[in-house]
């Protein structure tokens, strides 16, 4: 009797513990919406990552549904083939790079420019910008994350250079999308 019971609490166990974690894997495999605050600068680089564009390095902090964040990336502006829906100012396309978040646990999840775009307000003085990513991966509770994200941000000029062109400029904005394969939410 005593081997049957053994037999059945172990058989039990390992049935809780399977299921348990192929609830968990699940859980990991379900999109999650992202969205985060940020603000930093985009500064212009001598750094050639495509010909006939201009790269920025961006430096953000911010903090959203995924935690306290730093974002660096570099990015090249290049000219645009159309104007973003609603402009009739001068516009630029955000036409590669790829950056990395890293967060409070040391995580970093890391992502590639898919597109992007800028319409700059001679009036106001600043320019909207949008840049989409695809997530690609990353360390930690990234490891096997994918996804879309999405940024919005408003660019303003701190300071030109001698040919009047902007070098460092304010950014602040908001990042929206879809992220998979996150192992735990904290």
């Known amino acids: 009797m005593r081997r049957t019971s053994a037999a059945t609490s172990l058989a039990m166990l390992f049935t809780t513990v399977f299921v348990l974690g192929i609830g968990s894997g699940a859980q990991a495999d379900e999109p999650r919406s992202v969205r985060m605050k940020f603000s930093g600068t985009n500064v212009a680089t001598s750094i050639n990552l495509r010909p006939n564009t201009v790269t920025d390095e961006t430096h953000l902090t911010g903090d959203g549904s995924l935690g306290a964040f730093t974002f660096r990336e570099l990015h090249a502006d290049g000219a645009s083939p159309q104007p973003p829906v609603g402009c009739t100012g001068p516009n630029f396309a955000v036409v590669a790079g790829a950056g990395v978040f890293t967060f409070e646990d040391g995580s970093l999840l890391v992502v590639t420019v ?50 009047n062109a902007p070098q460092l400029l304010t950014n602040t904005g908001r990042i929206k999308g879809k992220i998979f394969g996150v192992k735990h939410w904290d």
Request: hydrophobic share 40%.
């Open 114 to 163: 898919a597109d992007g775009s800028a319409c700059i307000d001679l009036a106001a003085g600043n320019a909207a910008i949008t840049v989409n990513y695809q997530i690609t991966g990353g360390t930690k509770r990234f490891r096997e994350a994918s996804g879309e994200l999405t940024m919005s941000g408003t660019l303003m000029v701190v300071l030109r250079n001698a040919s």
